[in-house]
């Protein structure tokens, strides 16, 4: 439990917070895609690595160990470069704009940026 009384105190770190809205955001241009039936899978594939992103960071966050804690956001991280890979992908068959796989790819460095960063600090 944290200060706040809080018992799920992962809502509370900034990262997994982006990590939320980035998902989220990702979630709702899937919605706008128009594709085709047979390639569903990659579509659910997205969708698994972004919402994965915050998952880990939660998941990880309520483990036993600050070297459990990091091994998660290792696993949050890897997942943020598979949204990144599956939007670039995407974008090359048409599916989505470079626009918004370059808005994508600033908030991945963004949260990528605070994953290392959480990391690093904990390593201390």
């Not at 309520?62 to 670039?88: D, H, M, N, P």
Request: charged share 30%; proline share 1%.
């Amino acid at each position: 439990m944290d200060s706040k009384g809080n018992i799920f105190s992962f809502q509370d770190l900034k990262v997994w917070q982006k990590a939320v809205e980035f998902a989220e955001r990702v979630i709702k241009v899937i919605d706008e895609m128009d594709t085709p039936r047979k390639h569903f899978r990659l579509i659910e594939q997205l969708e698994a690595a972004c919402t994965s992103v915050s998952m880990n960071i939660a998941e990880g966050k309520g483990r036993q160990t600050t070297k459990e804690f990091i091994q998660f956001l290792y696993i949050a991280r890897g997942s943020l470069f598979e949204v990144v890979t599956l939007l670039i992908i995407l974008e090359r068959v048409g599916w989505i704009t470079k626009e918004k796989v370059l808005d994508f790819q600033v908030m991945a460095e963004e949260i990528t940026k605070m994953i290392n960063s959480l990391i690093k600090s904990m390593r201390k």
